[in-house]
Every structure is written in C-alpha cells, then in structure tokens.
C-alpha cells in the first residue's frame, strides 16, 4: 500500500516539475533569455516578417522550416507597437514551422500567443509571395531564420533584389539567426554587398557544429564572412545559449533564436526615433 500510493502521488508529482520546470531550466541557461521591451507607438507604420518556404532537412526525410519564435518574437514586437505586420515567404502560401519549435520545452509566451491568434495564424497558412511584395510599402522587413532558411535564402535572386531594395529606400532590414542569409544576394547602388564592412552577426559556424546540422548548405557565419561582413558573436558553454545583436546603418541582426527581442527593439527604437 505504501508503494502504491507513493507511485500515486510521487510519479504525477514528477511529472509537473519536469513539464514546468525544464522550461524555466532552459530559461536559466540563456535559451530565451527575458527581455521586456518598451511600449511604442508605431500606428501607421508597416512591417514585413520573411520566412522559409522550405520544409525538409536535405535528405534526411526530417521536417524543418521556420524556427517559431525567430518569426513570432518580432511579429509582436511590431504588432503590440501598433504597426501592420504582413508574412511573406519565398514561394507563399503555408509557412512551414520547425517541429518542437512552438511547443515545449521550446516556445516562448509569444509562440503560444500566436498559436492562439486566429488572424497570425491565418497569416501563416497564407503568407504572401515575395514575388507579389513593393517593399516601399513597409517601414521595416525583418528576415526570420530556421534551418529552412539554409535552403532557400541565399538562393533566392528575388529576395536579394527585394533586401536590396529595402536597403536603397531606407528601409530598416532585420534578422535573426539563419535569417541573415537573406542579406547575401543584396547589394548597394554600387553593386557591392550591403554586409560589406559592415557589423554583422548570425548563427555561428560553431552552433551549428554543435547542433549537427552541417549538411545544411548555407552557414551564415561562412557567408557574411565571404562578403567581407564583420561579423561578430558572442559564445557560451554551447552556443545555442549565448546572444548577440550587431546594428550598422539600417541593419540590424541578432545571433540566434535568443536574439529576437532585443533585435526587434533596437528596430522599434530608431522608428521612434525618426518620427
């Protein structure tokens, strides 16, 4: 009797500390580390979130996409500012979400948010073509990283016209993690990259390194550095807990998936700043 009702009481009990308490764990670590940002208000303004249309880890068979909170974070940020925010994707149409990314143990209060919101979601099962986007509608794009973003950024002619174009109107240009791979087909008035000498930061090559993911084909590390970026990073124990933001000019970049809050208030600020 005594065993049974330990079982009982004891395993349940095990359970809701795991369920409540590896989260906050991750927490500690530095995975989404809290960050209040600023109340802003932005009415009137428009900001464009661009993700992955890609869904598969090479030929792995295993599913990837957009890492949720590198799209919902700044989603947010810009809505609770009282901006528009449109989604867009490489091809349209349903966005395909990295699995586990917008559950436990790995979503942010955001995520459930969005999961909630019956016009995000929306916006996620029917996401706008780049192809079909004037960037001089929009005050701010924000590239949102995924290991889906290896396949299809840095490929994509369109979306290093449309980044290119942002940068030529004055655009603010935001990223976060893999997301800066869509700042590598971009180029100035002059023809060169617009990450040229400038502070740049992305998920490391050594994060990726840890994650085992080194078949994907673009690394934004390697990338920018080619480019002639400076690109900076801070580092942890592993890197998936560490965080940086880099702002130059009108770009602004956050490292990884921690990133995503302090990124979008630096953004959020210099709109502010503008008015």
Known sequence: MHWSYFLMIGIPLFLLVIYYGLPKFLNTLGLHPHYKIPHYN?????ALVITTSHDTLGETGKKTGVFASEMTVPYYAFWDAGMKVDIASIKGGKVPVEPHSMGWPLATADDYRFKRDAIAMEKLKTSLCINDIDIADYDVVFLAGGWGAAYDFAQSDKLGELISNAHSKGVLIGSVCHGALGLVKATDSAGKPIVENRKITGVTDQQISQLGIE?????????????????????????????????????????????????????????????
Do not use: C
């Open 215 to 275: 078949i994907t084909p673009k690394h934004p590390e390697s990338e920018l550095r080619k480019l002639g970026a400076n690109f900076e990073a801070n580092t942890a124990f592993k890197d998936m807990f560490a965080t940086h933001v880099a702002v130059d000019g009108i770009i602004f970049t956050g490292q990884n998936q921690n990133s995503g809050y302090e990124t979008s208030h630096r953004i959020l600020e210099r709109l502010s700043s503008k008015r």
């Open 42 to 46: 932005l009415t009137g303004q428009k």
